[in-house]
């Protein structure tokens, strides 16, 4: 089984940052792209940054220059850190990464999803 687990949220006032984490365990042969979506309330879940395992990235276009994905493969770990927050940055942040894991009958990847962290973003 394969878990992620985030943390790092919470409420800040909008101008402020937060930075999150988003560590993987379990049974992991290797991380291909990790990545951070949101969901705010009445929306639907969006993409906010991915990263592959050789450090690219991507990002929506409403959370560049303020937003930075990293990740450390090492711990299995991807990282958000977010920068001049506003009141629309405000959703529940969900950690997504693409695993390989073994299988009797060779290697394969799947998707999993953390349960999520609030962020809040006061104006």
């Known amino acids: 089984q394969v878990q992620l687990v985030e943390s790092g949220g919470g409420l800040v006032q909008a101008g402020g940052s937060l930075r999150l984490s988003c560590a993987a365990s379990?049974?992991?042969?290797?991380?291909?792209?990790m990545g951070w979506y949101r969901q705010a309330p009445g929306k639907q879940r969006e993409l906010v940054a991915s990263?592959?395992?050789?450090?690219?990235?991507n990002y929506a276009d409403s959370v560049k220059g303020r937003f930075t994905i990293s990740r450390d493969n090492a711990k299995d770990t991807v990282y958000l850190q977010m920068n001049i927050l506003k009141p629309e940055d405000t959703a529940v942040y969900y950690c997504?990464?693409?695993?390989?894991?073994?299988?009797?009958?060779?290697?394969?990847?799947?998707?999993?999803w953390g349960k999520g962290t609030l962020v809040t973003v006061s104006s």
């Open positions: 997504n990464a693409d695993v390989v894991v073994i299988r009797p009958w060779g290697e394969m990847g799947m998707d999993y």
């Open positions: 379990g049974s992991i042969f290797k991380i291909n792209h």
């Open positions: 990263i592959t395992s050789g450090g690219s990235t």
